[in-house]
């Protein structure tokens, strides 16, 4: 009797689990396409529609993708470098870090770095790869659940443009939501590379199943390998 | 006083066999026929030795290598925002004065480009596309067909078929004379602003979802 009512509970939950999973994941949304919620200054009577006090947390990949980072941000800096705002900037080159702190010297946000260690060495062994892969993913999976919580029922973004660790931490994120009980989205935005012409990289193929908007910046890259982007011209 | 070329190989990989057309004998020539006094060459990481070596061979019969600065073309070298030393040399190419400056990474590029160049030689990574193209300047985007799996061409190609720049296939120097003499006779379209009022509404609604 007791072991009925245990897999009756279990096989609820599950099911619950698997419908969320449905509703979190971009795929199964449906575009609706409408506009009330455009230009109406004050969406559910809390969060004020503006570019301030917004939670960001970005990623800063290498050369060619930390240069179209910071070229978004300068770009829409009025909703994404706000004085108000808080930046979260995760990053694994030094190069990048170094060229984001001079850019940021003009800007007041209040920024935390993040560093996320990169896996692999080279030449490592088999048991000291999976030790330090493992040391990762945990490492980075202990940042990510930090930055969750801070961004908890304010207005945030994560706005990621490559490379691999960026589809790690999609994956987190999107993690996060779906075993937690309260139901806030990660608000995901992926801009695929302005160098993907008509093939997606190997994060944009990975992350268009899991970013709740995903740009590109080329039409010809939408029409033949990514319907379900949105396309507004060159971003960078 | 003359025009200035800018030549960039991004920061992250040297692009030596660019750098030796744009500082051969032909090239130079071609560039004092076209009023151009000074090239000022962004070469990239670990090159500094290969450049140095460049410079010291390039006597010739057009070619006469100084010993003083020209005082009628000198830049000062606190123009330029750098952590590497300024290699700086003076020539007489057919007896007009040039003068070649070389730094291996520069932080001030927008403001060297914005100030002193009128035309830019780049290699064909987007961001020294962007680069150019957002400051209005005259661009020759040059493929480097010696990286692996890179969409260089593709990039340079489509900004030259929508009329932004002229691009090279590779780096040679028939192909670069050619664009150098078409960038004095054509202009390019103006690229535009990319600030997109869609884009940042999407951001907008997203945040406050």
């Not at chain 1, 900037?89 to 940021?104: H, L, W």
């Not at chain 1, 999976?141 to 930055?147: D, N």
């Not at chain 1, 268009?208 to 011209?233: H, S, T």
């Not at chain 2, 932004?164 to 078409?182: A, G, K, T, V």
């Amino acid at each position: 009797m007791i072991l009925e009512y245990i897999s009756a509970a279990i096989l609820i939950s599950v099911s619950l689990f698997i419908i969320k999973l449905i509703f979190i994941l971009p795929f199964f949304k449906i575009d609706s396409n409408d506009t009330t919620t455009k230009d109406s200054g004050i969406i559910d009577g809390i969060k004020i529609r503006n570019g301030k006090n917004i939670e960001v947390f970005i990623f800063l990949g290498s050369g060619g993708h930390t240069g179209e980072m910071i070229r978004i941000l300068q770009n829409y800096k009025n909703i994404l470098l706000d004085g108000s705002n808080v930046m979260h900037v995760g990053y694994s080159d030094m190069d990048s870090y170094n060229r984001f702190k001079a850019m940021m010297k003009e800007y007041k946000c209040k920024v935390n770095y993040y560093e996320f260690v990169k896996a692999r060495k080279v030449g490592a062994g088999i048991v000291s790869s999976i030790c330090s892969i493992t040391k990762t993913l945990l490492m980075s999976l202990r940042i990510i659940f930090q930055i969750r919580i801070s961004m908890l029922n304010k207005p945030h973004l994560v706005l990621l443009n490559g490379p691999g660790t960026c589809c790690i931490i999609a994956l987190y994120f999107k993690l996060i939501e779906w075993l937690s009980l309260v139901t806030d989205s990660p608000n995901i935005v992926y801009v695929e590379s302005l160098a993907r012409i008509d093939t997606l990289s190997l994060s944009g193929k990975i992350l268009y199943w899991l970013a709740d908007e995903f740009l590109v910046q080329w039409k010809e890259l939408k029409e033949k390998n990514a319907p379900r982007a949105k396309f507004f011209g060159i971003l960078v | 006083m003359g025009k200035t070329l800018f030549v960039s190989c991004g920061a992250t990989v040297p692009f030596p066999r660019l750098i030796e057309i744009v500082v051969s004998e032909p090239f130079l020539v071609e560039l004092t026929n076209l009023q151009y006094s000074r090239i000022i060459l962004q070469y990239g990481k670990g090159y500094t030795a290969a450049f140095q070596t460049l410079l010291d061979s390039l006597g010739s019969s057009k070619i006469e290598v100084r010993e003083e600065k020209h005082p009628s073309t000198t830049i000062q070298d606190s123009v330029f925002v750098t952590d590497s030393s300024i290699l700086h040399r003076s020539l007489n190419v057919n007896d007009v004065a040039v003068e070649v400056i070389g730094i291996e990474f520069l932080s001030n590029i927008q403001d060297i480009i914005t100030n002193y160049t009128d035309l830019i030689i780049s290699h064909s990574g987007t961001g020294s596309i962007l680069d150019a193209l957002r400051l209005h300047k005259p661009l020759i985007a040059v493929v480097n067909d010696s990286l692996m799996d890179n969409h260089q061409l593709q990039i340079a190609q489509k900004f030259e078929a929508l009329n932004y720049l002229w691009s090279c296939s590779s780096p040679n120097l028939p192909d670069l004379i050619d664009r150098l003499q078409r960038s004095t006779a054509e202009t390019k379209a103006t690229f535009p602003n990319t600030y997109n009022t869609d884009f940042q509404n999407l951001l907008l609604d997203l945040a406050n979802k």
